[in-house]
């Protein structure tokens, strides 16, 4: 059974840095797309960035330059470096995978997901 366990969340002030962890287990071979999501309070989820085979990487244009998505595939574990925190980044951060790229209209569809884990922005 394939897990995704989210760490790192936390309260921060603005202008700080959080680094999430993704720490994935159960899957006996690399995923193929694995992305990071994050949803506020009253709004819908997000997509923050995304990356692919060969390096490919998408980021929102409201993380572009502050945000880093890698991974560690020795540690099966998927990271979000988060610099210069605006209180516009509260929210609860999904992280996700997939075994193949999925899109319908337009929308990645992924084959799992983790429980999220908050992080909070202080002005």
């Known amino acids: 059974q394939v897990q995704l366990v989210e760490s790192g969340g936390g309260p921060v002030q603005t202008g700080g840095s959080l680094r999430l962890s993704c720490a994935a287990s159960?899957?006996?071979?690399?995923?193929?797309?694995m992305a990071w999501y994050r949803q506020a309070p009253g709004k819908g989820r997000e997509l923050v960035a995304r990356t692919e085979p060969h390096g490919t990487t998408y980021y929102a244009d409201s993380v572009k330059g502050r945000f880093t998505i890698s991974g560690d595939n020795a540690k099966n574990t998927l990271y979000l470096q988060m610099n210069i925190l605006k209180p516009e980044d509260t929210a609860m951060y999904y992280c996700?995978?997939?075994?193949?790229?999925?899109?319908?209209?337009?929308?990645?569809?992924?084959?799992?997901w983790g429980q999220g884990t908050q992080v909070t922005v202080s002005s």
């Open positions: 996700a995978a997939g075994n193949n790229r999925v899109v319908v209209n337009g929308v990645y569809h992924f084959d799992y």
């Open positions: 159960g899957n006996s071979f690399r995923f193929f797309i």
